[in-house]
Nanobody
Framework: VQLQASGGGLVQPGGSLRLSCVAS????????MGWYRQAPGKQRGTVAT???????NYADSVKGRFTITRDNAKNTVYLQMNSLNPEDTAVYYC??????????WGQGTLVTVSS
């Protein structure tokens, strides 16, 4: 099983980034997928999740700015991040889990929001 996250980088406040996470070795469509983040000195927390049925949930801090989507044909989950601010700076991780399977974590991708 491998989850490969990508798309992080340096962006100015107000900018946008799209993260991608490609999964292999799992029946992707069966899995709930999510994005999580960990800022320096803080615990890892949930950003957004998308269930196997496509239903989504977001942390209050990102509602209206971030959008999680999945493409089962490509075994990929995305996180579109708009209106980024410095408080969004963190390492972002993807995770996949299903009933009695996983969770499986990706390696993380760093997002830095700074002018």
């Amino acid at each position: 099983v491998q989850l490969q996250a990508s798309g992080g980088g340096l962006v100015q406040p107000g900018g946008s980034l799209r993260l991608s996470c490609v999964a292999s070795g799992i029946s992707f469509s069966m899995y709930s997928m999510g994005w999580y983040r960990q800022a320096p000195g803080k615990q890892r927390g949930t950003v957004a999740t998308v269930a196997s049925d496509g239903s989504t949930n977001y942390a209050d801090s990102v509602k209206g700015r971030f959008t999680i989507t999945r493409d089962n044909a490509k075994n990929t989950v995305y996180l579109q991040m708009n209106s980024l601010n410095p408080e969004d700076t963190a390492v972002y991780y993807c995770k996949g889990s299903a009933y009695r399977l996983g969770p499986y974590w990706g390696q993380g991708t760093l997002v830095t929001v700074s002018s």
